[in-house]
Protein backbone atom coordinates (compact mmCIF):
# COMPACT_ATOMS: atom_id res chain seq x y z
CA UNK A 1 0.00 0.00 0.00
CA UNK A 2 1.08 3.90 -1.19
CA UNK A 3 -0.14 6.43 1.44
CA UNK A 4 -0.20 10.15 0.77
CA UNK A 5 -0.88 12.51 3.56
CA UNK A 6 -1.15 16.10 2.68
CA UNK A 7 1.51 15.70 0.22
CA UNK A 8 2.66 18.90 -1.11
CA UNK A 9 5.85 19.95 -3.72
CA UNK A 10 6.50 23.83 -4.45
CA UNK A 11 9.11 24.75 -6.80
CA UNK A 12 9.82 28.52 -5.66
CA UNK A 13 6.43 30.10 -6.57
CA UNK A 14 4.40 26.78 -8.32
CA UNK A 15 2.62 24.97 -6.62
CA UNK A 16 3.61 20.98 -8.71
CA UNK A 17 1.82 18.81 -6.54
CA UNK A 18 -0.93 20.67 -3.51
CA UNK A 19 -1.98 18.83 -0.04
CA UNK A 20 -2.76 15.09 -2.04
CA UNK A 21 -4.22 12.70 0.26
CA UNK A 22 -5.10 9.02 -1.05
CA UNK A 23 -3.85 5.85 -0.60
CA UNK A 24 -3.21 3.12 -3.29
CA UNK A 25 -4.23 -0.44 -2.42
CA UNK A 26 -2.94 -4.08 -3.25
CA UNK A 27 -4.83 -6.26 -5.54
CA UNK A 28 -5.40 -3.90 -8.13
CA UNK A 29 -4.58 -1.53 -11.17
CA UNK A 30 -4.86 2.00 -9.74
CA UNK A 31 -4.58 4.84 -12.04
CA UNK A 32 -3.38 8.02 -11.55
CA UNK A 33 -4.66 10.74 -14.30
CA UNK A 34 -4.85 14.19 -14.63
CA UNK A 35 -2.93 16.16 -17.80
CA UNK A 36 0.37 17.22 -18.68
CA UNK A 37 1.77 19.70 -16.09
CA UNK A 38 -0.62 17.96 -13.34
CA UNK A 39 1.65 16.96 -11.03
CA UNK A 40 2.09 13.21 -11.75
CA UNK A 41 5.63 12.80 -12.19
CA UNK A 42 6.40 15.05 -9.11
CA UNK A 43 4.04 12.81 -6.81
CA UNK A 44 5.73 9.31 -8.27
CA UNK A 45 8.98 10.93 -7.22
CA UNK A 46 8.70 11.76 -4.13
CA UNK A 47 6.81 8.59 -3.10
CA UNK A 48 10.50 6.99 -4.16
CA UNK A 49 12.73 9.40 -2.16
CA UNK A 50 13.82 11.49 -5.04
CA UNK A 51 12.18 14.45 -4.69
CA UNK A 52 11.76 16.09 -1.54
CA UNK A 53 8.16 16.96 0.28
CA UNK A 54 7.75 20.84 1.07
CA UNK A 55 4.95 19.79 3.10
CA UNK A 56 3.16 16.03 4.22
CA UNK A 57 4.27 12.76 4.05
CA UNK A 58 4.04 9.31 1.91
CA UNK A 59 4.59 5.86 3.27
CA UNK A 60 5.39 2.60 1.53
CA UNK A 61 4.25 -0.20 3.82
CA UNK A 62 4.12 2.24 6.56
CA UNK A 63 7.47 3.24 6.34
CA UNK A 64 9.64 6.33 4.43
CA UNK A 65 11.35 5.29 1.48
CA UNK A 66 14.62 5.97 2.84
CA UNK A 67 13.79 4.06 5.13
CA UNK A 68 12.87 1.03 3.63
CA UNK A 69 15.71 -2.11 4.03
CA UNK A 70 15.99 -3.03 0.60
CA UNK A 71 14.14 -0.73 -1.68
CA UNK A 72 13.92 -2.40 -4.75
CA UNK A 73 12.40 -5.59 -3.21
CA UNK A 74 9.42 -3.13 -1.84
CA UNK A 75 8.61 -1.24 -4.47
CA UNK A 76 9.52 -1.01 -7.71
CA UNK A 77 9.47 1.75 -10.76
CA UNK A 78 9.40 2.80 -13.80
CA UNK A 79 9.92 6.48 -14.60
CA UNK A 80 10.80 8.52 -17.38
CA UNK A 81 13.39 6.78 -19.93
CA UNK A 82 15.70 5.35 -17.53
CA UNK A 83 19.38 5.96 -17.89
CA UNK A 84 20.53 2.72 -19.52
CA UNK A 85 24.30 2.62 -20.73
CA UNK A 86 24.46 2.42 -24.64
CA UNK A 87 27.23 -0.35 -24.41
CA UNK A 88 25.88 -2.38 -21.91
CA UNK A 89 23.66 -5.40 -23.01
CA UNK A 90 20.42 -5.72 -21.02
CA UNK A 91 21.48 -8.74 -19.36
CA UNK A 92 24.44 -6.69 -17.76
CA UNK A 93 22.50 -3.94 -16.91
CA UNK A 94 20.01 -6.12 -14.85
CA UNK A 95 22.88 -7.80 -13.77
CA UNK A 96 24.18 -4.86 -12.14
CA UNK A 97 21.31 -3.99 -10.66
CA UNK A 98 20.65 -7.13 -9.22
CA UNK A 99 24.54 -7.61 -7.63
CA UNK A 100 24.41 -3.76 -6.55
CA UNK A 101 20.94 -4.63 -4.51
CA UNK A 102 21.75 -8.11 -3.06
CA UNK A 103 19.19 -9.69 -5.69
CA UNK A 104 20.44 -13.32 -6.89
CA UNK A 105 21.61 -13.37 -10.22
CA UNK A 106 18.67 -15.99 -11.35
CA UNK A 107 16.20 -13.19 -11.02
CA UNK A 108 17.83 -11.57 -14.30
CA UNK A 109 16.73 -14.57 -16.29
CA UNK A 110 13.45 -14.71 -15.03
CA UNK A 111 12.77 -10.79 -15.70
CA UNK A 112 14.29 -11.05 -18.89
CA UNK A 113 12.12 -13.68 -19.81
CA UNK A 114 8.55 -12.00 -18.23
CA UNK A 115 9.46 -8.70 -20.41
CA UNK A 116 10.25 -11.36 -23.47
CA UNK A 117 13.39 -9.84 -23.69
CA UNK A 118 15.24 -13.79 -23.41
CA UNK A 119 16.38 -13.95 -27.00
CA UNK A 120 17.67 -10.46 -27.21
CA UNK A 121 19.72 -10.08 -23.86
CA UNK A 122 23.37 -10.24 -25.03
CA UNK A 123 22.41 -7.36 -27.56
CA UNK A 124 23.90 -3.28 -26.56
CA UNK A 125 20.90 -1.26 -25.43
CA UNK A 126 21.70 1.36 -27.68
CA UNK A 127 20.19 -0.79 -30.43
CA UNK A 128 16.89 -1.36 -28.73
CA UNK A 129 13.69 0.59 -30.34
CA UNK A 130 11.64 2.33 -27.69
CA UNK A 131 9.67 -1.16 -26.72
CA UNK A 132 12.37 -2.76 -26.15
CA UNK A 133 13.47 -0.11 -24.09
CA UNK A 134 10.32 0.27 -21.93
CA UNK A 135 10.27 -3.41 -21.33
CA UNK A 136 14.29 -3.50 -20.31
CA UNK A 137 12.57 -0.62 -17.52
CA UNK A 138 9.84 -3.30 -16.59
CA UNK A 139 12.44 -5.74 -15.86
CA UNK A 140 14.45 -3.25 -13.92
CA UNK A 141 11.41 -2.65 -11.94
CA UNK A 142 10.52 -6.33 -11.32
CA UNK A 143 14.05 -7.66 -10.42
CA UNK A 144 13.47 -7.50 -6.71
CA UNK A 145 9.93 -9.32 -6.78
CA UNK A 146 8.51 -5.86 -5.06
CA UNK A 147 5.05 -5.90 -3.76
CA UNK A 148 4.50 -2.46 -5.03
CA UNK A 149 4.99 -1.33 -8.38
CA UNK A 150 4.42 2.04 -10.41
CA UNK A 151 4.80 3.08 -13.63
CA UNK A 152 5.15 6.72 -15.33
CA UNK A 153 3.40 6.92 -17.97
CA UNK A 154 4.44 2.93 -19.53
CA UNK A 155 2.66 2.88 -23.00
CA UNK A 156 4.20 6.15 -24.33
CA UNK A 157 5.54 6.18 -27.58
CA UNK A 158 4.21 2.09 -27.60
CA UNK A 159 2.89 0.51 -30.74
CA UNK A 160 -0.56 -1.55 -30.24
CA UNK A 161 0.90 -4.40 -29.36
CA UNK A 162 3.13 -3.00 -26.84
CA UNK A 163 0.33 -1.25 -25.29
CA UNK A 164 -1.97 -4.76 -25.41
CA UNK A 165 1.16 -6.79 -23.02
CA UNK A 166 1.70 -3.66 -21.01
CA UNK A 167 -1.94 -3.60 -20.21
CA UNK A 168 -1.87 -7.49 -19.54
CA UNK A 169 1.27 -7.77 -17.30
CA UNK A 170 -0.02 -4.89 -14.84
CA UNK A 171 -3.67 -6.86 -14.25
CA UNK A 172 -1.59 -9.68 -14.01
CA UNK A 173 0.81 -8.24 -11.43
CA UNK A 174 -2.72 -6.59 -9.76
CA UNK A 175 -3.88 -10.16 -9.69
CA UNK A 176 -1.14 -11.42 -7.99
CA UNK A 177 -2.21 -9.24 -4.98
CA UNK A 178 0.44 -6.65 -5.43
CA UNK A 179 0.12 -2.76 -5.55
CA UNK A 180 -0.24 -1.43 -9.22
CA UNK A 181 0.25 2.45 -9.60
CA UNK A 182 0.02 3.94 -13.42
CA UNK A 183 0.09 7.23 -14.72
CA UNK A 184 -1.74 8.37 -17.84
CA UNK A 185 -2.94 11.30 -19.45
CA UNK A 186 -5.25 9.27 -21.79
CA UNK A 187 -8.61 8.19 -20.11
CA UNK A 188 -9.04 5.92 -22.97
CA UNK A 189 -6.26 3.86 -21.63
CA UNK A 190 -7.14 3.94 -18.15
CA UNK A 191 -10.42 2.66 -18.79
CA UNK A 192 -9.18 -0.36 -20.21
CA UNK A 193 -6.68 -0.75 -17.54
CA UNK A 194 -7.27 0.65 -14.31
CA UNK A 195 -10.21 -0.59 -11.51
CA UNK A 196 -9.56 2.29 -9.58
CA UNK A 197 -8.59 5.80 -10.45
CA UNK A 198 -7.15 8.95 -8.51
CA UNK A 199 -7.48 11.80 -11.16
CA UNK A 200 -5.58 15.39 -10.17
CA UNK A 201 -5.31 18.94 -12.13
CA UNK A 202 -2.92 21.46 -11.04
CA UNK A 203 -1.47 19.34 -8.53
CA UNK A 204 -4.94 18.98 -6.92
CA UNK A 205 -7.06 15.95 -6.52
CA UNK A 206 -10.05 16.21 -8.31
CA UNK A 207 -11.10 12.35 -8.09
CA UNK A 208 -9.95 9.65 -6.17
CA UNK A 209 -12.92 6.72 -7.03
CA UNK A 210 -13.50 3.15 -8.25
CA UNK A 211 -13.83 2.84 -12.25
CA UNK A 212 -16.81 1.34 -12.47
CA UNK A 213 -18.61 4.74 -10.23
CA UNK A 214 -16.53 6.73 -12.54
CA UNK A 215 -18.07 5.07 -15.67
CA UNK A 216 -21.42 5.20 -14.23
CA UNK A 217 -21.83 8.61 -13.60
CA UNK A 218 -20.04 9.64 -16.55
CA UNK A 219 -21.37 7.19 -19.48
CA UNK A 220 -24.62 9.68 -20.08
CA UNK A 221 -26.71 7.74 -23.20
CA UNK A 222 -29.00 9.82 -25.24
CA UNK A 223 -30.45 10.25 -28.29
CA UNK A 224 -29.48 12.90 -31.13
CA UNK A 225 -32.84 13.60 -33.32
CA UNK A 226 -32.98 15.85 -36.90
CA UNK A 227 -36.07 16.60 -38.70
CA UNK A 228 -37.00 19.33 -40.86
CA UNK A 229 -39.60 20.14 -38.63
CA UNK A 230 -38.01 20.56 -35.60
CA UNK A 231 -40.95 22.96 -33.70
CA UNK A 232 -43.56 20.23 -34.27
CA UNK A 233 -41.27 17.74 -33.41
CA UNK A 234 -40.43 19.25 -30.26
CA UNK A 235 -44.21 19.97 -29.88
CA UNK A 236 -44.92 15.87 -30.46
CA UNK A 237 -42.36 14.91 -27.96
CA UNK A 238 -43.15 17.15 -25.37
CA UNK A 239 -46.90 15.69 -25.54
CA UNK A 240 -45.44 12.36 -24.82
CA UNK A 241 -43.57 13.75 -21.85
CA UNK A 242 -40.37 13.49 -23.52
CA UNK A 243 -37.95 16.52 -22.54
CA UNK A 244 -35.33 17.40 -25.59
CA UNK A 245 -32.91 19.88 -25.87
CA UNK A 246 -31.71 21.60 -28.33
CA UNK A 247 -28.04 21.70 -28.97
CA UNK A 248 -27.51 24.79 -31.10
CA UNK A 249 -26.98 23.32 -34.68
CA UNK A 250 -30.22 22.35 -35.19
CA UNK A 251 -29.96 18.83 -33.10
CA UNK A 252 -31.67 17.82 -30.60
CA UNK A 253 -30.75 15.37 -27.84
CA UNK A 254 -33.28 13.40 -25.97
CA UNK A 255 -32.26 11.95 -22.52
CA UNK A 256 -34.39 9.11 -21.02
CA UNK A 257 -36.11 7.71 -24.09
CA UNK A 258 -35.14 5.11 -26.88
CA UNK A 259 -34.39 5.85 -30.52
CA UNK A 260 -36.95 3.21 -31.23
CA UNK A 261 -39.80 4.80 -28.90
CA UNK A 262 -38.73 8.44 -30.42
CA UNK A 263 -38.75 6.57 -34.26
CA UNK A 264 -42.42 5.36 -33.70
CA UNK A 265 -43.81 8.31 -32.21
CA UNK A 266 -42.22 10.30 -35.33
CA UNK A 267 -43.90 7.82 -37.57
CA UNK A 268 -47.51 8.15 -36.08
CA UNK A 269 -47.57 11.79 -36.54
CA UNK A 270 -45.67 11.31 -40.32
CA UNK A 271 -42.87 13.51 -39.26
CA UNK A 272 -39.81 13.40 -41.42
CA UNK A 273 -36.56 12.26 -39.52
CA UNK A 274 -32.85 13.25 -40.58
CA UNK A 275 -31.14 11.99 -37.82
CA UNK A 276 -31.91 9.22 -35.29
CA UNK A 277 -28.67 8.05 -33.46
CA UNK A 278 -28.14 6.71 -29.69
CA UNK A 279 -25.14 8.37 -28.54
CA UNK A 280 -22.77 6.95 -25.19
CA UNK A 281 -21.17 10.51 -24.25
CA UNK A 282 -17.50 9.01 -24.07
CA UNK A 283 -14.84 8.79 -20.66
CA UNK A 284 -12.34 11.09 -22.89
CA UNK A 285 -14.82 13.99 -22.52
CA UNK A 286 -15.89 13.31 -19.06
CA UNK A 287 -12.22 13.33 -18.13
CA UNK A 288 -11.63 16.05 -19.88
CA UNK A 289 -14.32 17.92 -18.32
CA UNK A 290 -13.13 16.86 -15.15
CA UNK A 291 -9.63 17.97 -15.53
CA UNK A 292 -10.78 21.66 -17.55
CA UNK A 293 -13.11 22.16 -14.62
CA UNK A 294 -10.11 22.44 -12.30
CA UNK A 295 -8.36 25.04 -13.91
CA UNK A 296 -11.27 27.32 -13.86
CA UNK A 297 -11.90 26.03 -10.29
CA UNK A 298 -8.56 26.98 -8.90
CA UNK A 299 -9.21 30.49 -10.42
CA UNK A 300 -11.63 31.17 -8.13
CA UNK A 301 -11.46 29.18 -5.09
CA UNK A 302 -8.86 27.93 -2.86
CA UNK A 303 -11.26 24.59 -1.92
CA UNK A 304 -10.37 20.93 -3.61
CA UNK A 305 -12.96 19.98 -6.06
CA UNK A 306 -15.37 16.83 -4.44
CA UNK A 307 -15.82 13.91 -5.78
CA UNK A 308 -19.42 14.42 -6.32
CA UNK A 309 -18.93 17.90 -8.11
CA UNK A 310 -17.54 15.87 -11.29
CA UNK A 311 -20.05 13.87 -11.55
CA UNK A 312 -22.76 16.32 -11.17
CA UNK A 313 -20.63 19.24 -13.51
CA UNK A 314 -20.62 16.76 -15.88
CA UNK A 315 -24.42 16.71 -16.40
CA UNK A 316 -25.49 20.49 -15.28
CA UNK A 317 -22.49 20.85 -18.12
CA UNK A 318 -24.83 19.15 -20.19
CA UNK A 319 -28.11 20.39 -19.61
N1 LIG B 1 12.34 20.57 -11.15
C1 LIG B 1 11.32 21.41 -11.40
N2 LIG B 1 11.47 22.74 -11.31
C2 LIG B 1 10.44 23.58 -11.55
N3 LIG B 1 9.20 23.19 -11.91
C3 LIG B 1 8.98 21.87 -12.02
C4 LIG B 1 10.02 20.91 -11.78
N4 LIG B 1 9.49 19.67 -11.98
C5 LIG B 1 8.19 19.85 -12.33
N5 LIG B 1 7.88 21.17 -12.36
C6 LIG B 1 6.57 21.75 -12.68
O1 LIG B 1 5.61 21.14 -11.84
C7 LIG B 1 4.39 20.88 -12.56
C8 LIG B 1 4.07 19.39 -12.49
O2 LIG B 1 4.97 18.68 -13.33
P1 LIG B 1 4.94 17.08 -13.50
O3 LIG B 1 6.04 16.71 -14.43
O4 LIG B 1 4.93 16.45 -12.16
O5 LIG B 1 3.54 16.88 -14.19
P2 LIG B 1 2.96 15.58 -14.92
O6 LIG B 1 1.55 15.45 -14.49
O7 LIG B 1 3.85 14.42 -14.69
O8 LIG B 1 3.00 16.02 -16.44
P3 LIG B 1 3.39 15.19 -17.76
O9 LIG B 1 2.19 14.35 -18.07
O10 LIG B 1 3.60 16.29 -18.75
O11 LIG B 1 4.62 14.41 -17.44
C9 LIG B 1 4.63 21.39 -13.97
O12 LIG B 1 4.08 22.70 -14.07
C10 LIG B 1 6.13 21.42 -14.09
O13 LIG B 1 6.53 22.43 -14.99
Not at 120 to 149: C, E, H, N, T, Y
Request: charged share 25%.
Amino acid sequence: MIELEGLTKRYGEKVAVNNLTFAVRPGIVTGFLGPNGAGKSTTMRMILGLDRPTAGDVRIDGTHYDRLKDPLTSIGALLEAKGVHPGRSAYHHLLCLAQSNGIPARRVHEVLDTVGLSAVARKKAKGFSLGMGQRLGIAAALLGDPRILMFDEPVNGLDPEGIHWIRTLMKSLAAQGRTVFVSSHLMSEMALTADHLVVIGQGRLLADTSMAEFIQRNSRSYVRVRSPERERLLDVLHGAGITAVENGNGTLEVDGSKAEHIGELAARHQLVLHELSPQQASLEEAFMRLTAESVEYHAHSDTPASAERWGDGWKEGRA
